[in-house]
């Protein structure tokens, strides 16, 4: 009991496992990780990497969720400054898609949805990736919300033009993260922004 209290005590932070982890994911996909390479990578064993994850699936929706979370204190940064609704929107969009082939954060999300539709605590993992898209979803609609009723955006449903938008930046980032030939990150944002210039900005 007292070895495995010193080894807790003398394990790396949280974050630095977690950033690893993201990494790792990125560079090789889930099914490659092994978690003795993760602790050799940051000075752990995989005994108690398993202590703090249990599994794989684990780790990689812990790994998530620490991303998220980083990008959830950005994204109310850039949604709390100074500015039209409508920059705000192009901050929104400019965090939401990928930087390119393997974004890390992207191919966490690919590796999430890949592995949840044979995970063992299936319902749980859709919850939590739920929580994850619902804090995305409801920054999106208070934003287009804000638009409309300052007259900056034209008269739309915020809710439902939010889920068109998302859907098709998912649709999008998919093919940036997984390198389809001719979708990069330029190509995804002048769709984007074409289609929110001809949903909010025609007749205003």
């Known amino acids: 009991m007292a070895g495995a209290a010193r080894a807790r005590k003398n394990a790396p932070p949280r974050e630095e496992v977690l950033a690893a982890a993201m990494g790792m994911i990125a560079e090789r ?3 490659r990780l092994t978690m003795a390479a993760l602790g050799r990578e940051v000075g752990m064993s995989s005994g108690h990497l398993l202590y703090y994850f249990r599994t794989k699936d684990e780790l990689l929706l812990q790994t998530l969720e620490w991303s998220e979370g980083r990008l959830g204190a950005e994204r109310g940064r850039l949604l709390g400054r100074p500015g039209t609704a409508r920059e705000r929107l192009d901050a929104y969009v400019d965090l939401y898609v990928p930087d390119g082939h393997r974004d890390p954060h992207w191919t966490l999300w690919l590796e999430v ?3 949840s539709q044979s995970a063992a605590e299936e319902s ?35 809710d439902r033009f939010a889920t068109r938008l998302r859907s098709l930046m998912d649709g999008f980032a998919i093919d ?3 390198g389809v030939r001719g979708s990069d990150r330029a190509y995804v944002l002048g769709h984007v922004r074409e289609f929110l210039d001809e949903g909010l900005l025609a007749d205003v």
């Not at 409801?138 to 955006?153: K, Q, T």
């Open 29 to 31: 996909g889930l099914e």
């Open 113 to 115: 949805w890949n592995r």
């Open 124 to 158: 749980e993992a859709r919850d939590r990736q739920s929580a994850i898209e619902g804090a995305w979803h409801r920054d999106l609609v208070a934003l287009i919300a804000e638009g409309v009723s300052r007259g900056e955006f034209r008269r739309v449903d915020p």
């Open 176 to 178: 940036v993260a997984v």
